[in-house]
């Protein structure tokens, strides 16, 4: 069975029928919760109660920087980030947008791009985001959930996936779960159109051999300690320029002949790319 979420001592689990709340049985030696994605063994008592016996060895963990440095497990066994940016309402903050690429990158998880609230953006500029993501080979999509807008492509998207919405708060992450079937409870929406709390526990929706995971809003996404080489990797135009800089520890800010900063130049790399991997390796210094 599939933990989909989580309550106190009791989860909800999604098994061959339909999903249920099963108790969570304490471990001994263990502190161990359940988290979306995790396949836990259930056992059926008499009365008809369920109780989660063992959780099984995770194939992937997913985890994020929560306060302190101290991390953070958020799902389970996935393969995919569905990578959720508004263009409007909030602004889109492209910092957490490639963070979360440049996570996928490094731990070998696929992305999928989904950009909301197209009808408060200008068309010209939301082209112009659409290529730089385009052009280094992610897939992009622009969700209309309420209209129903280019859903049934995302669907096919995702299909046969274990996947899991992200991005931060207010972005439309629960309307696209709901859209594609799941249930999702919404909080309270701002007048400046931000959800407060949109989502405060994940919650998965088992999609044909799949799933998806609908998680709270991600405000604090880090990566960590990461060198400028390994970050570099991680951005996928930097990753050829990147052997061509007369330092082998480049680092890609002010060193001289570095072939990252003349690809920049040149307008082989866009800015707003290069200052999300400066400020990435800033916060991780």
């Not at 958020?74 to 393969?79: I, K, L, S």
């Not at 909301?116 to 622009?142: N, Q």
Request: glycine residues 8%.
């Amino acid at each position: 069975m599939l933990a989909t979420g989580k309550n106190s001592a009791w989860i909800s689990v999604d098994g061959e029928s339909e999903p249920r709340l099963a108790q969570l049985r304490r471990m001994t030696g263990k502190r161990f919760m359940p988290v979306p994605g995790d396949v836990v063994s259930v056992l059926l008592l008499e009365d008809g109660a369920a109780v989660v016996e063992r959780i099984e060895p995770r194939a992937f963990t997913l985890e994020r920087r929560a306060a302190h440095g101290r991390s953070k497990t958020m799902a389970a066994n996935v393969d995919m980030l569905v990578v959720v940016t508004a263009l409007a309402n909030p602004a889109p903050r492209l910092v957490t947008l490639d963070q979360l690429l440049a996570f996928c990158e490094l731990q070998n998880v696929a992305a999928v791009l989904v950009f909301t609230k197209p009808d408060f953006s200008d068309p010209a500029e939301t082209e112009r985001m659409l290529d730089v993501y385009r052009e280094l080979g992610y897939r992009a999509i622009v969700v209309n959930p309420k209209r129903g807008d280019n859903v049934d492509e995302l669907r096919e998207a995702i299909r046969g996936h274990r996947a899991m919405l992200t991005g931060n708060s207010g972005v439309g992450k629960s309307t696209i779960f709901r859209a594609l079937g799941g249930q999702a409870v919404v909080g309270e929406v701002s007048r400046f159109g931000v959800g407060r709390q949109t989502t405060t526990t994940a919650r998965l929706y088992r999609m044909g051999d799949g799933f998806l995971i609908d998680s709270p809003g991600v405000n604090e996404f880090g990566l960590g300690t990461i060198e400028p080489g390994e970050l570099a990797r991680a951005f996928r135009e930097m990753r050829e320029p990147a052997q061509r800089c007369r330092f082998g520890d480049c680092t890609h800010r002010q060193e001289p002949d570095c072939a990252v900063l003349a690809a920049l130049a040149e307008g082989r790399m866009a800015a707003s790319r290069y200052a999300s991997y400066a400020r990435i390796l800033a916060e991780a210094s």
